[in-house]
């Protein structure tokens, strides 16, 4: 087993991913979300230091947060055909990060983590 290095709490989130139909990201899907990172399954390998535009909706009918993410690690699941991957958002595009911050911080309130 590998430590846990998180620095953060961080909340499930398991939901599919939308990416483009045969490319890297067609079936993959989010399984943990912090204020700084992403955890996701994937059926194709990603490069370590590969950087990748994310849109985080945080909540129903509300603007999206864009950020650039960097993969930070993957890891092969067993004899699966799946890839773990760990990604650290490295710049915000678009949204704010005080609108994460809230986030984050709501949830963690609610959740009492």
Not at 67 to 80: A, D, P
Not at 89 to 95: H, L, N, Q
Request: with cysteine; glycine share 8%; proline share 4%.
């Amino acid at each position: 087993t590998v430590d846990n290095q998180r620095s953060e709490a961080r909340l499930n989130c398991a939901v599919p991913v939308e990416g483009k139909q045969g490319r890297e990201f067609e079936r993959t899907k989010t399984l943990d979300i912090s204020r700084h990172g992403i955890g996701f399954l994937t059926s194709q390998p990603i490069g370590i230091n590969q950087k990748i535009p994310l849109e985080i909706v945080l909540k129903p009918n509300t603007e999206p947060v864009v950020v650039i993410g960097v993969v930070k690690w993957v890891r092969k699941i067993g004899v699966s055909d799946q890839y773990r991957v760990g990604l650290v958002f490295s710049e915000i595009i678009s949204g704010s990060s005080t609108r994460l911050d809230k986030y984050f911080t709501s949830k963690r309130w609610e959740n009492n983590i």
